[in-house]
């Protein structure tokens, strides 16, 4: 403790001493101050939400110390901009030294008011730097938006327009006898953490030209692919009547969770033409559920792409599910099936049926060398010819599928044409995708899977998502290659 003082007490003769040398009574030349931009400009930030924080320097560009006289926001009190100047908060700093040499941040944040508009608004002002001979500016310049928010609401049945976008706090319950409906073009934004949670209908209505977006609340470039920026969205048990047609889900902690629906009898989950990537966990996370999903990629996530657990009913088409996360280390595969949850008092896994698990005209590849889970339990051992034995129900297949797996199956002979699971795969062939790292998920010109398809299940889904026809010579997967690009 002595020891801390003695330093104490030299550093602080030292910095006085410093002090007594520096005088700082130059204020500069004709050639004022160097910055390192002119103008700082912010994306497009929505209204009441505070920006990001930008920032610039000033440099002393002289062989004396020096003194700024004045900076100062042009706006004064009324600017939505504010301003800090090596710790010195705006909108009005006078006296600002700098060494001979050195130079000093000048950060900047907005906060923009509604202006009752749906279109987009331009905010303006100006940072005025004063020195003996010279004035400076640097501009400033951010686009407003305004939003309709939303926080902790339980929803009757209501559209959502493409309007304005919607900005989300907490959740948005769907009531158990709503429908939501969301228009071609809506985007929904979500705060941290913030949730859709769904007990009654969800109709996502996009379409090719307007497809309908979900992710976080921040909209600069550095916030693009991010993930974890928020929740989820959760379709509960009991809900119902559910439609996803052009949807972009990404940004999130997981993409769709789907609980217990559609199952005994009631419609599947409908999933066509989307694109749920960028999550922190699971893009899609379903258990014990019947989920028909068609031309869509599911990408880009911390665990598994796909997960389909607890059993069900899966059938998926002209799909993409692929997986080269860059954002921490991943150890789970792409894609993961299977047919127990283990119980909560004991721990003993309990099967359900997994009444079919169907993969036709699918690519399901990554980076790790297996990306496909298969994690079934038959249950505790029994007598095949015991009257009461029934053994859990398993059935899936994997069909003109491009699927890569650490080790073939041992149980046939023929592991491109095992009948019961397999049937005209391509096991371990790279699809060669454009730039998968930069999330670009179409064919080259040298992949295996252009005119690998199924001629005959093309002809139920016969244009891609980008409304390419596939029926004479169809690829696998959710987008067609067009020569040309």
């Known amino acids: 403790m002595k020891r801390l003082v003695q330093i104490s007490i030299v550093l602080a003769i030292l910095v006085a001493g410093w002090s007594c040398e520096r005088d700082y009574l130059f204020r500069g030349g004709s050639d004022g101050v160097k910055l390192s931009a002119d103008t700082i400009m912010f994306d497009t930030i929505f209204t009441t939400i505070g920006s990001t924080t930008r920032q610039f320097r000033i440099y002393n560009p002289y062989s004396a110390d020096m003194t700024i006289d004045d900076i100062r926001l042009a706006g004064g009190d009324d600017s939505k901009f504010r301003i800090n100047v090596s710790g010195l908060p705006g909108p009005h700093i006078s006296d600002v030294p700098i060494r001979s040499g050195d130079s000093i941040f000048v950060f900047v944040e907005v906060t923009i008011d509604p202006a009752g508009t749906d279109a987009p608004f331009v905010v303006m002002d100006s940072i005025i730097i004063f020195t003996r001979e010279r ?10 938006q305004d939003v309709v928010l939303m926080k902790g609401q339980v929803l009757k049945t209501q559209t959502f327009t493409n309007n304005k976008p919607y900005l989300i706090y907490d959740y948005i319950h769907v009531d158990t006898t709503a ?13 941290k953490n913030a949730n859709l949670i769904v007990s009654g209908s969800l109709n996502v209505q996009g379409t090719k030209e307007k497809p309908v977006l979900f992710t976080g609340s921040r909209l600069e470039e550095w916030y693009a692919d991010k993930p974890g920026q928020w929740g989820t969205i959760w379709l509960m048990p009991g809900s119902r009547n559910h439609e996803i047609n052009y949807a972009i889900i990404k940004n999130g902690t997981r993409g769709l969770v789907v609980d217990s629906v559609g199952m005994n009898g009631s419609e599947p989950v409908y999933i066509s033409n989307s694109r749920i990537e960028h999550k922190m966990l699971q893009g899609l996370l379903a258990q014990s559920s019947s989920l028909v999903v068609n031309n869509s990629l599911f990408a880009d996530c911390g665990s598994a792409s796909v997960a389909l657990t607890v059993g069900g009913n899966y059938e998926f088409y002209f799909s993409t599910i692929a997986n080269y996360y860059q954002w921490a280390f991943r150890n789970r595969p792409a894609l993961i099936v299977s047919n127990y949850y283990p119980d909560g008092t004991t721990g003993a896994k309990v099967p359900h049926a997994l009444e079919n698990a169907l993969f036709s005209n699918c690519i399901i590849y990554g980076q790790l060398e297996n990306e496909i889970e298969l994690d079934f339990y038959e249950g505790e051992a029994g007598d095949p010819d015991d009257p009461d034995y029934v053994p859990p129900v398993i059935n899936y297949q994997f069909e003109h599928s491009l699927i890569r797996m650490r080790s073939m199956p041992t149980t046939f002979d023929d592991p491109y044409n095992d009948y019961p699971h397999y049937r005209n795969v391509l096991i371990n062939r790279d699809p060669f995708f454009k730039a998968p790292r930069d999330y ?9 899977a252009i005119g690998a398809g199924d001629v005959t299940v093309a002809r139920q889904f016969p244009v891609d998502i980008n409304g390419i026809n596939r029926e004479k010579k169809p690829d696998i997967g959710f987008m067609q290659r067009v020569s040309s690009e």
Do not use: N
Not at 135 to 144: C, D, E, N, P, R
Not at 183 to 191: C, D, N, P, S
Not at 440 to 446: F, T
């Open 179 to 191: 429908t939501l409906t969301i228009e071609a073009g809506a985007r929904l934004h979500f705060y």
């Open 135 to 144: 004035m400076q500016s640097v501009k400033l310049i951010a686009y407003g």
């Open 440 to 448: 670009d998920y179409r064919l080259d010109s040298l992949s295996v």
